[in-house]
Structure formats: structure tokens, C-alpha cells
């Protein structure tokens, strides 16, 4: 414990894991700012989080997704894949965005990662990206990688 302020009788504690709030020191007359608050209800401590944007993670063939839609694009994927419309199916491919330096030289500024990539029946190479709600950060991560590679992205609503 830490030594009281001078004038105040309470000692100042820190935060344990089940106070909500912290024991202060005391005012000019030696009295306590505030009381400990009691610890909040077991059901709210055990309660699950909703994501930001509602997705609900989904399990297929013992591979995690983000989203039930990423998951039946990928069913539908591994579908096409086994009849031989398209082939070299590769799941979270990363690429690395690149800018070039005042002085000549390339350097990364960030990293975008696609939910699929593949080559078609054509032998074209294919890029997607399965897309509930397109943020400011994936638009500005889209463009850079199509202006990079010379790649179109294809977006899956």
C-alpha cells in the first residue's frame, strides 16, 4: 500500500479486479471522496460481446471465418475448386503495399489481406474479398493494392 496524503487517515489503494472504482484520497477534512462500488452482477462478468458489425464467426471444415457469408463463399469456392472451374484456391492471401521513397527506394506502408484468391478456368488470377460493410481503411487498402499490382478486387456482398 501506498502512504496516505498528508491530513487523510485512508491509506490510497489501487484498483483491484473486482472494484469498479478506485479508492481516492481524501479531501481537505480527512473524509473519502467516494466509495468502493460492489463488483457487478456474475451475469454481466460472463456476458458475450457482439462485434461491431454483427458478424458471427463460423466454422467450416475445421477452418475459422469472420462471417457467415465468407464461410458459404468459400463452400461455394471449394465447390468449383472439385469440379475444375478454378484452381489454386489460397485462403487470407497477404500482400504487401508498397510506396515508393523521395530518394529512390520502396517501402512498406501496410498490408492487405484478401479472404480468396485463385486462378480461373480462363487462367485469369482472381482476388476476392467477402464485404458486409466496406470501411474507410478497406477502400483505401482496395485501391492501393489495384493501383500496385494492376489487380481488380472483386468484391462478394
Not at 486462378?119 to 493494392?145: L, Q
Amino acid at each position: 500500500m501506498a502512504t496516505p496524503h498528508i491530513g487523510c487517515p485512508y491509506p490510497i489503494r489501487l484498483r483491484q479486479k473486482h472494484e469498479r472504482r478506485v479508492t481516492f484520497p481524501c479531501n481537505a477534512t480527512g473524509e473519502r471522496l467516494w466509495r468502493r462500488l460492489p463488483a457487478p452482477a456474475p451475469f454481466l462478468a460472463n456476458a458475450v460481446k457482439r462485434s461491431k458489425y454483427g458478424n458471427v464467426w463460423t466454422t467450416v471444415d475445421g477452418i475459422k471465418f469472420q462471417s457467415k457469408a465468407e464461410a458459404r463463399r468459400y463452400s461455394e469456392l471449394k465447390l468449383l475448386e472439385r469440379s475444375g472451374e478454378i484452381t489454386d484456391l489460397i485462403l487470407q492471401p497477404a500482400y504487401q503495399l508498397q510506396c515508393t521513397h523521395h530518394k529512390g527506394g520502396p517501402f512498406n506502408v501496410g498490408r492487405y489481406v484478401a479472404d480468396f484468391s485463385y486462378t480461373d478456368s480462363r487462367g485469369f488470377w482472381v482476388v476476392e474479398d467477402v464485404k458486409g460493410i466496406e470501411t474507410a481503411i478497406f477502400k483505401w487498402k482496395r485501391k492501393h493494392f489495384e493501383a500496385q499490382s494492376g489487380q481488380r478486387v472483386t468484391i462478394i456482398k
